[in-house]
Structure formats: C-alpha cells, structure tokens
C-alpha cells in the first residue's frame, strides 16, 4: 500500500465577506473576524457591541474519543468522528449571535446537519440566562476513510455555521454571522503485499485507539515451488528462497552425477568418462541401469570400402576382407582386398594385377578384351587415316605414305553439292562439286516488270556499264570465292556521296562523309580494300542515294549510289523468292575492295529538289589497269555477251574471244564471300540470290545510269582443307 503524508494547514473559507475566520492547533479551530459598523441601539448584547463575529472549533476524534493532532496521520479505513463548537470571536467586540444551523461535509462529499437538538443558543451577550451562554457544541458525525477520497494526501472535511441572527441593532441582524473552515488528516497506506503477507486495511479491527487498522494474512504458505528436493522459506525482505538439496536426489547410480534444479527437480547426469572399459571401439555410456559398452563399428573404419569393420567387445576392431566388393568388370584383371599390398586402391583397398598379352611381335599393339579376358593384337602402325598407307619394318618403326590424290575416301559433311576425295594425304571433303547431284539454278535478274511495288518498274539506264562479272549463272560456293563486277564508262565510277548540303530558312547546313581517295597515279589503277563509300543512308536528307523517283512515291524509289550487294536466301524451298533485292527493300552491302578508278559525288537538298554534282573524272584514264591485287577482266564472245572465253575456239567457228569495251575508265568491286559467311550474312548449307549494282560517273539520265545483275549461290558445307 502507498503511504500519503501531507502538511497540516488550516485554510480559513468564509460564507461572506469579513463574516469571520478561523484558527487551527491541535484541534482545528478558526477566529472568525469582526465586521460591520455597530450602533448602540437598546437591544444591542452586549452593549456597545460591534458587528458580528464567531469563533469556530473543527476536530477529528479517534474511536476512542482522543482528539487527533495535525502531526498524527489515520489509516486508510479508520472511522473518524468530526465534531465543531461554536465561540464569541475574540477580535473586537462582537455582538452575541443564536440559532442557525451548524453542517459538516465529510471528505466523501456528504453533508451531516450537526446543529444541536435544542438549536444554537444566543452566545457571547451579558443576558443572564438568555444570552450568557460562552460556547456552544455540535453534534458529531462520523467517517470511514476511504483510498477515492484521499486528494494530496489527505482526506478534508469542512465545516459551516451561519446562524439566525445577531444581537447587533433594535432589530436583529438575520443570517450573520457565518463561518467555514476545512480540516484536512495525512492518510498513511498499510504497507505492500509482500510473498510472505498479505497486507490490508481492516475496518471491524482495533487497536485500542484506533477503529480500522492496518492487518495481515501469513501466505508463507505459497513459497512451496512444487520441487520436492528444494528447501522452501518465506523471508520477509526478499520473499519466497528456495534452496536446492543435491542429498535428496540421489538415485543410487555410481556413474550418475545426482544436482538438484530449482525448476526441474532432481537431475542425474551421465558421466560416461567413469565407464572406460579401455577398448577403444566401444561406446561407454552411463544410463540409469549404470555403464553400458556397445559395440562401435564405426570406430573400426579402415578407410577401404573392400573389408568388413566390426567391433569385438573383448578383442577391438576386427578388419575381414571380401574380395567380391573388388570386382572392377574388367576380365582382363584378376581382382581381390589386400589393403596390406603397396599397390592397393588408396580407396577400395583393392589390388587389380593385369594380364600380360604380348605376342613379342614389334608391330602390333598388344591388349586385352574387358568383356572376354582374351587377348588381342592390332597392327601399331594404323594411323586411322584412309589416305595413307601405313608400313612396319621389322625394328617396330612405322611410316606412312599417301595415297594417291583423288582416291575417295569417307563423306563426313553430308552435302550433296560436294564430292569428297583424298588430297595430299587428308580426305578434303571439297575436293570436286557434284552439280549433277546438286543443280544450282541460274539467276536471272527480271526486271523491269508491273506489279503493285513501283520500284519492280524502274528501268536501269545504260546498264552496260557493267561490262561483265562473275561467277554468272548459278555456282557453288567454293573457297575463296569472290563476287566481281567490272565497270567501263566514259566517265570514272560513282564511289559514293561525300557531302550532303541541305537548305532551310535558317541557312545552310553541310554533313561530309569519308570517301576513299584514288591513289598517286590513278591512270595504272589504284586498289582499296574495305573502301569507304560516303554516307550509307537510304532515307532522309543524309541518304546517299541516286535521284531516282517512281510517279507518286517521289522517296521510295533512289537507289544506294555505292556499289551495292543484295542478299536473299532462296534455299529451299524459297527458290524464286527476291526478298532481299533492292526492289523489295533489301539491305546493300558496300563491297570488300574496289580497283581501278573512282570518283565522288556531292548532294545538295533545297527541299524538295535534290541535285547530285560528280566530281570531276580523273586526269588520266586508266582503262583496263585496275591496279594490284584486281583481278583480269573476262572476255566474252564478240556475239554472246554473255559467254565468257579465253580463246576464239570457246565462241565457235563464227565468233572471236574479245574484252569487254573499253570507253576510257575501268574499275572492279569485290564481295568476298568467306568475308559474307565469316560475319554471318551467309550461312552454310543455304543457298543464296545475289543481286548487285553500282552507277556510272555521269549521272545525266533521270535517275542517272546504273548497271544491274544477279548470281545464284550455295554455300558449301564440310572442311575444305586438311589439318
């Protein structure tokens, strides 16, 4: 229980002003001060007297009557008795005062009419036995305390007097004079609950003095823990103690250590260490029956899978072998468990002898079968090579000697295109193409034709400026292969664009582009491998494309200016398609080298016109020399252009073997096609239509004038070299 002391002052409440005050000692009691102006009127008492004024007294008593000292505190339950007696008021000299009534409220807010039975009488006058009475006692009213009523501490009771009249004038002054004051009494709690007691306030109980005092319930009684081996005790500062008795837990095990738990009671730990029987493959465990041994077969691990580890109780680890495990299904070894034999498996134990099959022949390989056990002996020369021949000379030492190239030997590649053969003493799965078991169809390059894409429709002017090319028709991709168009115009081939000029409102803005320059002496050819061809864009204002234009698709129909592959995979069964030509927007591959002689051209957009200017042609024209590394320019037969020839006798009796026209300025673009399959555009096994074209270096046809062709390629598979 809490303990609340409070100070002990008196606080003066008056019913109205200056109607009186009071005083506090032991009991508590209040002077209540003069007011008002008197007159010696005839009935005044005393005479002469002054206002009005009362002295109040205000004390608690205790059950057996004493009175209780501001010093002193009550319980939490006590009964108090609260009595008030009424005086002349010292201060002045004031009229004497009677009747009225006397209340008091105590701290649980009810208030008690304490006026006496027979009324208040007239105090403080001279009257013989009318108004000489000097005090005047009220009833009393009890209280029990109680914790709700307690404020700061204390719980305060008050008191009010206002009485009839007072002898103050002829006619007596009703309702004054008045007077209130409080008494508050420290509340002291019974003390906390404790493990050992109960505490609390008992209000039938008493102590002589006092009625309801501070009691107690012993509940010692509830330290029992419910561990039968612990000693249980109350201690008045510290509560329940409960102190463990190792003695009464014993269990009557010698291996056993025996503690009492304060929680769990009585525990009996193993001590396995008290029943060592000294063989090392046992487990020594203590249990309530006492020391057991069990065997430990694991402890006898001898790190080879091939024997059987157990643990004897008396003798220790026993190690039996079982030559069955050691089996390695190979027949040409005799097997069996010997961990003792140096040439056992570091993990089986295992010891594998094999058989010996030598035949003492220096030329053969000697072995043994795994399935059956017998022996064999195989030629140690073969080098599994089909294209060689392989000797033994009686010392062992062996050699080889190819076969002769063409022999066939084993298709490895499975491409039907290609014949396999040996070559050099390696089998070349290239060494002939089997057109016959492989027909590549020809390209034929079809257009101009209608259709519902304008570009199918656009006509290649002067598209003899492509004098020639190859291969023509349709061929197998053999290795090296280049596709090779030669030029020859009046005027220098058409590189690329280098410069785009383009007009607005705000100016002019100018774009160059890296073109590659002719060599020092353009007129013996110059050769440029991987060229540079200016701006590669096919839309937009940086589009290096011809001027080209189809009725109502004034953007659709420019071509790319730089010489120009076009690739469609018309592998089966894709024979005919033309995907990939420019015609059906394909993408242009510039080409891998250019030869001879070139030029550039400038763009300028003044939208919506664009006009290209050609730079000039070269001093020099160079012709047929297209410099190092180009390749000799086909002839044909005077009347089938497209015949190639070396001789007159290829074109027949009638026509002779001639070189395409030379009009001063010759050059050569290349593609090479291991480079097209190297970066993935072609893919072996596929068949390919190549389309291509490049422009002339005069441009002074609508569109400008550009030659067009197309081949047909397949892309062998398989090796074509031997290692």
């Known amino acids: 229980m809490r303990r609340l002391k409070l100070s002990r002052l008196g606080r003066l409440k008056n019913g109205r002003a200056a109607s009186g005050r009071a005083l506090a000692s032991g009991t508590l009691a209040t002077l209540l001060a003069l007011a008002g102006a008197g007159t010696a009127w005839a009935h005044q008492d005393p005479p002469a007297c002054s206002g009005t004024g009362v002295a109040i007294t205000f004390e608690a008593l205790r059950n057996d009557g004493s009175p209780i000292d501001l010093s002193e505190t009550v319980t939490e339950c006590e009964l108090l008795t609260y009595r008030a007696m009424l005086a002349k008021s010292t201060a002045g000299n004031p009229c004497a005062f009677e009747g009225g009534t006397i209340t008091i409220t105590t701290p649980d807010g009810v208030a008690h009419d304490v006026t006496p039975s027979g009324g208040v009488p007239c105090v403080g006058g001279t009257v013989a036995g009318g108004c000489g009475a000097m005090s005047a006692t009220s009833n009393t009213a009890t209280y029990s305390v109680r914790p709700q009523d307690v404020a700061s501490g204390e719980v ?12 103050t004038r002829a006619i007596e002054e009703p309702d004054v004079p008045r007077a209130h004051t409080e008494l508050g009494n420290t509340v002291e709690f019974c003390p906390a609950d404790t493990q050992c007691t109960d505490n609390f306030c008992d209000p039938a109980k008493s102590n002589g003095v006092q009625l309801g005092v501070c009691s107690s319930t012993d509940t010692s009684g509830r330290c029992d823990d419910g561990v039968a081996c612990t000693t249980d005790t109350c201690d008045a500062v510290n509560g329940c103690q409960h102190s463990p008795n190792n003695g009464a837990c014993d269990d009557g095990v010698a291996c056993t250590t025996d503690t009492c738990d304060v929680v769990n009671g009585c525990q009996h730990s193993p001590n396995n260490g008290a029943c060592d029987d000294g063989v090392a493959c046992t487990t020594d465990t203590c249990t309530a029956q006492g020391c057991q041994h069990s065997p430990n077969n694991g402890a006898c691990d001898d790190g080879f899978s091939c024997t059987t580890d157990t643990c004897d109780a008396v003798n220790g680890c026993q190690h039996g072998r079982n030559d069955a495990t050691c089996s390695d299904s190979n027949a040409c ?11 056992h498996d570091p993990t089986t134990g295992c010891v594998y002898t094999t058989r ?3 035949d003492s022949d220096p030329c053969t390989n000697d072995s043994c079968d795994p399935a059956t056990g017998n022996c064999m002996h195989t030629g140690k020369c073969n080098d599994n090579n089909e294209c060689t021949n392989d000797f033994c000379d009686a010392a062992g030492t062996c050699s080889h000697t190819n076969v002769a190239d063409g022999s066939p030997c084993t ?17 070349n799965q290239r060494a002939s193409v089997n057109t016959t078991s492989c027909p590549i169809t020809n390209c034929s390059i079809m257009y101009p034709f ?10 290649f002017n002067e598209s003899e400026v492509l004098r ?24 220098a081939m058409v590189l690329g664009v280098s410069k785009v000029s383009v007009k607005t409102s705000s100016g002019t803005t100018t774009t160059n582009y890296p073109l590659s320059s002719l060599c020092a002496t353009p007129g013996t050819g110059c050769a440029q491998p991987n060229p540079q061809v200016g701006t590669t864009a096919l839309n937009g204002d940086q589009s290096g494309t011809d001027t080209n234009a189809c009725t109502g698709f004034p953007d659709l129909c420019d071509r790319p200016i730089f010489p120009s592959l076009f690739v469609t995979d018309i592998t089966d069964p894709n024979q005919t398609s033309k995907a990939g030509d420019w015609q059906s927007g394909g993408t242009p591959i510039p080409p891998s080298a250019v030869f001879g002689s070139w030029k550039s051209v400038t763009k300028l957009k003044n939208p919506p016109a664009v006009t290209l200017t050609t730079a000039a042609d070269p001093g020099t024209k160079n012709h047929w020399s297209l410099g190092p590394g180009s390749d000799p320019v086909p002839k044909h037969c005077s009347v089938s252009l497209g015949t190639t020839c070396n001789v007159n006798a290829d074109c027949g009796g009638t026509q002779t073997c001639v070189q395409p026209a030379d009009e001063g300025y010759g050059a050569e673009a290349r593609w090479g096609v291991d480079d097209l399959v190297g970066n993935g555009t072609l893919i072996a096994g596929h068949s390919y239509r190549l389309e291509f074209m490049f422009h002339d270096g005069d441009q002074n046809k609508t569109g400008g004038d550009v030659g067009e062709n197309c081949v047909n390629i397949r892309i062998l598979t398989g090796s074509s070299s031997c290692p």
Request: aromatic share 6%; net charge negative; charged share 15%.
């Open 156 to 167: 305060t009771a008050q008191v009010d007097y206002m009485a009839a009249f007072s002898h």
């Open 333 to 343: 070894t005799d097997d069996g468990c010997d961990p003792s034999n140096t040439l």
């Open 356 to 358: 010996t099959c030598s």
């Open 411 to 427: 298709d490895t590649d499975g491409d039907a295109c290609t014949t396999p053969a040996c070559q050099a003493g390696c089998c």
């Open 450 to 459: 209608s259709s519902s894409d304008p570009r199918t429709n656009v006509t």
């Open 468 to 491: 020639t090319f190859t291969p023509m028709g349709g061929v197998p991709a053999t290795p090296g292969l280049t596709i090779k168009l030669w030029y020859n115009d009046e005027h």
